[in-house]
Nanobody
Framework: QVQLVESGGGLVQAGGSLRISCAAS????????MRWYRQAPGKQRELVAS???????NYAESVKGRFTISRDNAKNTVYLQMNSLKPEDTAVYYC?????????WGQGTQVTVSS
């Protein structure tokens, strides 16, 4: 049973920055790929970023160059640094990991970007 707890969401003006975090209840991040998804109201959930156990990263085209995913294995935490935020980035952000043949999701953290 893995629990993922997200934090760091909030309100920010367009052009601003936020860093959101996802902490796991078990030491699994060092051997698993971690992912951030987001879902805006009335929109399809989309993959935002991922980071492998070897710290290889991938990003959605819409956030490439603005967002950075990172992990701290000692703290069992994955981060998403979001810069140059746009109103279209407004969504609930979820962290995700596949482990033990199961999907695990965080509860989500709201990010709202005002124009």
């Amino acid at each position: 049973q893995v629990q993922l707890v997200e934090s760091g969401g909030g309100l920010v003006q367009a052009g601003g920055s936020l860093r959101i975090s996802c902490a796991a209840s078990e030491m699994i991040f060092s051997i698993n790929t971690m992912r951030w998804y987001r879902q805006a109201p009335g929109k399809q959930r989309e993959l935002v970023a991922s980071i492998t156990s070897s710290s290889r990263t991938n990003y959605a085209e819409s956030v490439k160059g603005r967002f950075t995913i990172s992990r701290d294995n000692a703290k069992n935490t994955v981060y998403l640094q979001m810069n140059s935020l746009k109103p279209e980035d407004t969504a609930v952000y979820y962290c995700y990991v596949y482990w033990g043949m199961r999907d695990y999701w965080g509860q989500g953290t709201q990010v709202t970007v005002s124009s």
